[in-house]
């Protein structure tokens, strides 16, 4: 099992899905957590809800705001002396075919996927500069790297998250931080709830596992990226699709 005793973890968009199980994760290897949502009493119930060795907590957090990631990431690195994981989860999706996009949908969605992130990471690596250690996880996607009809926008906003990793890769490696993304397939949450009957069938026929992933997949994963056991791995994507895009 990995040992995370003593880490202190933040994880955005902690509240449910990926980022919830994320959580779980974390705090059954023994991590401190602080998780955020958008709505206060929903991040300090889902918080609630954890049970592990590590402690865990919960804030509110727009990730588009980025004086408010600032004011969070450094209050927390302060709070519990130290900042050594930070995963940035937050995200959102919205389907629409090309002649349909309104550019409302490309605001909220470059400013939540992709401002979000970059804003998550600027604070994160400034937390994380003082130790000259830290581990960054980023939300990418495989439609990110494959497209995805009538996901022009979302798989846009995936595409730039994933770069985000290679360049905050480079740029931060010297400090001793590593930064990695992972790409998740067709995950059973929220986000993902909407698909129709058909679209699952199809999904899971094409996929080589023969099934959807869970939120719990996506978090061991993740789990592993930001322990020691992944000490030399940064600036991949990594792939979580049980083989879908094969
Ligand atoms: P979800 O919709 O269950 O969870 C997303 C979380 O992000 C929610 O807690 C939501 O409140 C939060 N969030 C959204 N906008 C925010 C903002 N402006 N500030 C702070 N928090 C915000 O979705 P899920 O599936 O757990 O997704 C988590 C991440 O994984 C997202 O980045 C998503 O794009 C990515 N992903 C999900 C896949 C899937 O099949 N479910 C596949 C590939 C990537």
Redesign the pocket.
Request: charged letters at 10%.
């Given at each position: 099992m990995t040992d995370l005793d003593g880490r202190v973890a933040l994880v955005?968009?902690?509240?449910?899905?990926?980022?919830l199980a994320t959580v779980r994760a974390l705090a059954e290897a023994g991590a401190t957590v602080v998780l955020?949502?958008?709505d206060e009493a929903k991040a300090k119930e889902a918080a609630a809800s954890v049970s592990g060795s590590g402690s865990v907590s919960g804030l509110a957090?727009?990730?588009?705001d980025a004086k408010a990631v600032s004011t969070v990431v450094r209050g927390v690195a302060k709070e519990h002396g130290r900042l050594d994981i930070v995963v940035a989860?937050?995200?959102?999706?919205e389907d629409a075919l090309l002649g349909m996009i309104r550019e409302e949908l490309v605001d909220t969605t470059l400013s939540?996927?992709v401002a979000?992130t970059i804003h998550t990471v600027q604070a994160a690596a400034r937390a994380m500069m003082r130790k000259r250690s830290g581990a960054i996880v980023l939300?990418?996607?495989?439609v990110g790297e494959y497209g995805s009809a009538g996901q022009t926008v979302y798989s846009a906003s995936?595409a730039a998250v994933a770069n985000i990793a290679l360049s905050a890769a480079k740029e931060l490696g010297r400090s001793g931080i590593r930064v990695n993304a992972v790409a998740?397939?067709?995950?059973e949450?929220?986000?993902?709830a909407g698909l129709s009957a058909e679209a699952v069938a199809e999904n899971v026929g094409k996929t080589p596992l023969g099934r959807l992933g869970t939120?719990e997949d996506v978090a061991k994963a993740i789990r592993f990226l930001v322990s020691d056991e992944a000490s030399f791995i940064t600036g991949q994507i990594l792939g979580i699709d049980g083989g879908l895009t094969l």
């Open positions: 955005t968009g902690g509240t449910r899905g990926i980022g955020t949502g958008r957090l727009d990730v588009t989860n937050a995200g959102i999706m939540t996927n979000g939300l990418a996607s495989i995936k998740p397939g067709v995950i949450t929220a986000l993902t939120p």
